[in-house]
């Protein structure tokens, strides 16, 4: 759907490309990952984690 430009919110910036996956064992450490990275708002660390 994002891809398609069927959200409005994000249908300026299509289209999405996958740069990294992770596997967790429940949704909540899912969450707290997403979390931990949306934090990190593209610093240093943030490129040392996407590029590994």
């Known amino acids: ?20 996956t992770e596997s967790f064992d429940t949704r909540a450490e899912a969450r707290k990952r997403e979390n931990y990275l949306k934090k990190l708002k593209g610093g240093n660390e943030f490129h040392r984690i996407i590029n590994q």
Request: proline residues 5%; without cysteine; positive net charge.
């Open 1 to 20: 759907m994002h891809n398609r430009g069927l959200v409005k919110s994000t249908r300026l910036r299509v289209p999405f490309v996958i740069v990294k």
